[in-house]
Nanobody
Framework: QVQLVESGGGLVQAGGSLRLSCAAS?????MGWFRQAPGKEREFVAH???????YYTDSVKGRFTISRDNAKNTVYLQMNSLKPEDTAVYYC??????????????WGQGTQVTVSS
């Protein structure tokens, strides 16, 4: 069982930046960020493998950067040029192994990000 602790959410004006962190209790494979806005389904934001390879959803490309520190079992999400539509609860997730689905991943408790216009 891997436990995840997220931090770094908050309130920011449009155009501003926030950095989210997620620390895992053990060694991790693929780590990712998801978000859920009010009244909407949870959606994928980005993921990063242990190798450092990354993948982003189109709406955040060029604005968000995912990174990780394998020695600390921690993943980060640097969010720049934030927009009101980025407002959501952001969740950290860790796959059980490289080939497993996100449906069976370990999940954090979520951190609120609110972007004011």
């Amino acid at each position: 069982q891997v436990q995840l602790v997220e931090s770094g959410g908050g309130l920011v004006q449009a155009g501003g930046s926030l950095r989210l962190s997620c620390a895992a209790s053990g060694r991790t494979s693929v780590m990712g960020w998801f978000r859920q806005a009010p009244g909407k389904e949870r959606e994928f934001v980005a993921h990063i493998a242990r190798s450092g390879s990354t993948y982003y959803t189109d709406s955040v490309k060029g604005r968000f950067t995912i990174s990780r520190d394998n020695a600390k079992n921690t993943v980060y999400l640097q969010m720049n040029s934030l927009k009101p539509e980025d407002t959501a609860v952001y969740y950290c997730a860790v796959k059980r192994d490289y080939y497993s689905d996100w449906d069976t991943a370990y999940w954090g408790q979520g951190t609120q990000v609110t972007v004011s216009s």
